[in-house]
């Protein structure tokens, strides 16, 4: 049984070396494509980067994450529909990097795709009835497009990715949810051979495509870590674990809308008003941005996985977090995003 297991611990070494391999090999391919479909995110008001740059990037890595899974650990129902779930987003952003796409299609679209995922077990054990359906789909709409809002820096969305995603890894190890192992380091592996292309200056974005089924995935691995019964836990604890999990994206959503409804700004337009165009407005490189946003993920997520298994008391992580980030928050609305939108200097 202990051979066994060690066995299958090494599959996830083997996921993650080998989706990196084919990210690293697929990324160049999808760029190719992109350059001559034209399929380009150009530069416009509220966008960072100065020159056309191709999208389709996330074509790349989700066929990286949704094969080797499957090749590794066979067919799995649940993972399955989770992996379909995150293909059909994935569809969607690809439609929406080519022509973008009204609210209404992408939402329906991405609430069927949390449907499947719940389904396959993507769902957080709060009240024991269908309330645990419906709040963890709305959950895993809401945070998924909030990761997506965090792919707007060069290597920033990435490396949360892989910063959250090794943690949840060492919960599926622990779970011995080998299947669970296999997309979990398949994700971190794809997004560190992304990165080869997405780090500043990036030659490549991974576009909604990308975005959205990262984000997608990673938030039903949550939902799938929270669902594991431990004899300590209870609702509060479930919704604390999960909030440090994701804590980097709820940061930025919640200091977005903030301020911009501070500013009488609809809370729906883009702009370079977020976590990351701050900290690069007080001087912080954007290599740097990229690289402490990911260990501050790495940090949360690493508590958050902590409290779902009922190994750290939740108050010990949660009132620090409240209090860093109310503080840090204080300070990034006091940065003027939105007076110095024109004429700013990039650090690099």
């Not at 645990?132 to 945070?143: C, E, G, I, Q, R």
């Amino acid at each position: 049984m202990m051979l066994g297991a060690l066995l299958e611990r090494k599959w996830s070494l083997v996921a993650l070396v080998a989706a990196s391999l084919a990210t690293l090999g697929l990324v160049p391919v999808a760029r190719t494509v992109a350059l001559r479909l034209g399929v380009m995110d150009r530069p416009k008001p509220g966008k960072m980067h100065q020159t056309p740059t191709p999208y389709l990037g996330g074509v790349a890595i989700a066929l990286a994450v949704l094969v080797l899974p499957l090749a590794l650990t066979g067919w799995e129902r649940d993972t399955a529909w989770l992996l379909l779930g995150a293909l059909l987003v994935c569809a969607v952003g690809v439609i929406d990097d080519v022509r973008s796409l009204l609210p209404a299609p992408r939402l329906a679209v991405e609430f069927l795709a949390a449907a499947l995922a719940v389904r396959g077990g993507a769902k957080a054990p709060l009240f024991g009835n269908w309330l645990d359906v419906l709040l963890s789909m709305a959950a895993l709409v809401l945070l998924t497009n909030s990761l997506n809002l965090l792919d707007n820096m060069d290597g920033v969305a990435a490396s949360i990715v892989v910063a959250v995603s090794l943690p949840l890894l060492g919960s599926a190890v622990t779970n011995e949810s080998w299947s669970q192992v296999a997309v979990l380091a398949s994700l971190a592996g794809a997004c560190l051979g992304f990165l080869i292309f997405n780090w500043h200056p990036a030659k490549i974005f991974m576009g909604d495509a990308g975005s959205l089924f990262l984000g997608f995935l990673l938030v039903s691995s949550a939902l799938k870590a929270s669902a594991v019964p431990y004899a300590q836990r209870n609702w509060a604890t479930t919704v604390v674990g999960l909030v440090l999990a994701m804590a980097i994206a709820i940061f930025d959503t919640g200091l977005v809308v903030l301020s911009r409804i501070r500013a009488g700004r609809s809370i729906l337009q883009g702009g370079t008003d977020h976590t990351s165009h701050r900290l690069q407005r007080l001087g912080v490189p954007i290599r740097v941005v990229a690289l402490s946003l990911g260990v501050v993920a790495a940090i949360t997520a690493g508590c958050g996985v902590l409290v779902l298994h009922g190994r750290l008391n939740p108050l010990i992580p949660l009132v620090p977090a409240l209090a860093v980030g109310a503080l840090l928050s204080v300070r990034l609305m006091c940065v003027p995003v939105y007076a110095a939108s024109r004429g700013r200097r990039e650090v690099v």
